[in-house]
Nanobody
Framework: VQLQASGGGLVQTGDSLRLSCAAS????????VGWFRQAPGKERDFVAA????????YYADSVKGRCTISSDNSKNTVYLQMNSLKPEDTAVYFC?????????????????WGQGTLVTVSS
C-alpha cells in the first residue's frame, strides 16, 4: 500500500484548502483512512478519518465544523477540505491507512503512512 498526500500550501487566516490522499496497492475491501497533523515541536495528532466502504467519518474536536473528509473510491483518493483556517492549523499533514473500519484515532493504530504535506496559515 502506498499513500501520496498533496495539496498543502501557504494560505491566510480564513482561507480554505483541500488536501488529497491518493492510495495505491489496495487489495482489501475494508479500510480506514485518516488524516493526522504535526506542528513543529508537537506530537502528531488525529484530525479526521473515514471508512472506505461505508463513508462513515469522524473528526477531532479541534476541526469539527471546519473540516470535511470525503472519499472518491473510483479514484482511490481521500480528501480533507479545510475551511476557516487558523494559524494554529499550521502543521505537516499526513494521511494514513489501516485495515478494518473500527474507529481509531491514534497514530500507532495505522500501519501505512504517506509523506506529509505542509500547510502554513499566516495571520
Amino acid at each position: 500500500v502506498q499513500l501520496q498526500a498533496s495539496g498543502g500550501g501557504l494560505v491566510q487566516t480564513g482561507d480554505s484548502l483541500r488536501l488529497s490522499c491518493a492510495a495505491s496497492g489496495l487489495t482489501f475491501s475494508r479500510y480506514l483512512v485518516g488524516w493526522f497533523r504535526q506542528a513543529p515541536g508537537k506530537e502528531r495528532d488525529f484530525v479526521a478519518a473515514i471508512s472506505w466502504n461505508t463513508a462513515s467519518a469522524y473528526y477531532a474536536d479541534s476541526v469539527k465544523g471546519r473540516c470535511t473528509i470525503s472519499s472518491d473510491n473510483s479514484k482511490n483518493t481521500v480528501y480533507l477540505q479545510m475551511n476557516s483556517l487558523k494559524p494554529e492549523d499550521t502543521a505537516v499533514y499526513f494521511c494514513a491507512l489501516r485495515l478494518g473500519t473500527v474507529r481509531r484515532t491514534t497514530q500507532e493504530e495505522y500501519a501505512y503512512w504517506g509523506q506529509g504535506t505542509l500547510v502554513t496559515v499566516s495571520s
